[in-house]
């Protein structure tokens, strides 16, 4: 039963996030739980993937560190409703754990049906809204960031499975990443832009062999491409380019900090110092808003609000300590370990795609976390979570189909493909 639902689950998955938002994280949670609820009840197991427990338990220790500093800063009943997307990290073993009861390849396959259609309904979106609307894009995400973020990561996994597993069809994916790459000019997320196009060279890099062999005779074409999107979006892009470079001369020769990005600049300097005041515990996620407007208002005579620093590991360390922030880098370092060992290996092309979707996500969620949020934000923590789960499983995981036929041993040849981060 199992391996066709992980299948359609896992295409949904894939398939949702730069067109229906939020419906990704109800789709992701609803699935989370009713995996909780097999494992607790001892109807399944939970996998034995070294890997898997341990960013488990890192995800595990972040949100106990942000519970403690909750209690340790004023709680009380009304913010309490503020902790609930902790529980997304205490549903990811679970997740994992039923989604792994199923056929490697078959989970691969889907997740790259499913991110070719994001990334094609992304630019359709895009476009609706760019030009007809007159507005930033950001498809059904609601926020150009987030939009951009999702678009980012499925057209990367177009790339990756060029790269990997879909010779054949390598010509389709590498438009549909194009489509992505598009939609994400759209948006205007300038830290998105530069987050794409240096995850994509890297990429190429890490396959280069596979990318010569398929960029070899279709230079043309590819120049073609670039220049097609060019010249759609050089308006849009010498804009954004020369905002920023105004925020920039204002923020250096007269201290403004009234821009975007003197804003910003704001932000990274207040959470610097809050952290270093109370760098153990932190202030809690529920201080986050009043610390922000009152440290604006006193500090930079700015009457501005925002629900984060702009900086998702600063967010971390501020809300919730040097435990939490620290979580934050074991987590993303231990997915960049995993991704590392994979691709040095002799591994199966299915595992080197695998080891690439954790590369991918965890150099995203890190580069544009620098000016953004890493976690917080519900589209952005249950894409994290399918992105983890699924890249884990296909470089590192165990098959679970033997216990389901009830064969109580985990197959060898993914037990040996087993890998400790």
């Not at 730069?18 to 789709?27: E, M, N, T, Y």
Request: charged letters at 15%; proline letters at 2%; glycine letters at 10%.
């Amino acid at each position: 039963m199992y391996r066709d639902v992980n299948r359609l689950f896992t295409f949904a998955c894939f398939a949702a996030p730069p067109i229906l938002g939020s419906v990704v994280s109800f789709v992701w949670h609803g699935g989370a739980l009713w995996c909780a609820f097999e494992v607790l009840t001892g109807r399944r197991r939970l996998s034995p993937d070294r890997a898997m427990r341990f960013i488990a338990l890192a995800m595990a220790v972040y949100a106990a560190a942000n519970i403690m500093s909750f209690l340790a800063n004023d709680p009380s009943w009304g913010r309490a409703l503020q902790l609930l997307p902790l529980a997304t990290f205490l549903l990811f073993s679970f997740s994992y754990s039923i989604w792994s009861i199923s056929q490697k390849d078959t989970i691969a396959r889907a997740a790259i049906l499913g991110s070719a259609v994001a990334g094609s309904g992304a630019l359709v979106l895009a476009v609706i809204q760019h030009y007809l609307i007159g507005m930033r894009a950001e498809g059904g995400a609601g926020n150009a960031l987030v939009f951009a973020h999702v678009a980012c990561l499925a057209g990367l996994v177009c790339l990756a499975a060029a790269l990997t597993l879909e010779s054949a069809r390598s010509r389709w994916l590498l438009v549909i990443y194009a489509a992505s790459f598009l939609a994400v000019l759209y948006s205007g997320s300038r830290s998105v832009w530069g987050v794409m196009i240096g995850v994509t060279v890297l990429l190429l890099l890490v396959c280069r062999q596979r990318a010569w062999d398929i960029f070899k005779g279709r230079l043309l074409a590819i120049v073609i491409g670039v220049a097609v999107i060019g010249v759609l979006t050089s308006g849009l892009i010498l804009h954004r380019v020369e905002l920023l470079s105004a925020n920039w001369e204002a923020l250096a020769e007269t201290s403004n900090y009234r821009t975007s990005l003197g804003q910003r600049v704001a932000l990274w300097e207040i959470a610097t110092k809050l952290f270093l005041d109370r760098p153990i515990l932190g202030y809690g996620m529920q201080s986050t808003e009043s610390l922000i407007r009152e440290h604006l208002i006193l500090d930079y005579s700015l009457d501005s609000g925002f629900t984060h620093f702009h900086n998702g590991f600063l967010t971390a360390f501020v809300e919730g300590g040097i435990f939490s922030g620290g979580a934050v880098l074991v987590i993303l370092a231990a997915m960049l370990v995993v991704a590392t060992r994979i691709l040095r290996g002799d591994a199966d092309e299915t595992a080197r795609f695998g080891a690439l979707l954790l590369l991918v996500v965890s150099l995203v969620h890190a580069g544009s976390g620098l000016v953004n949020l890493i976690f917080g934000h519900d589209i952005m923590d249950s894409v994290f979570m399918i992105f983890a789960i699924t890249g884990l499983y296909l470089a590192a995981g165990t098959s679970m189909l033997p216990a389901e036929a009830g064969d109580r041993s985990p197959a060898a040849g993914d037990a040996a493909a087993q890998t400790r981060p």
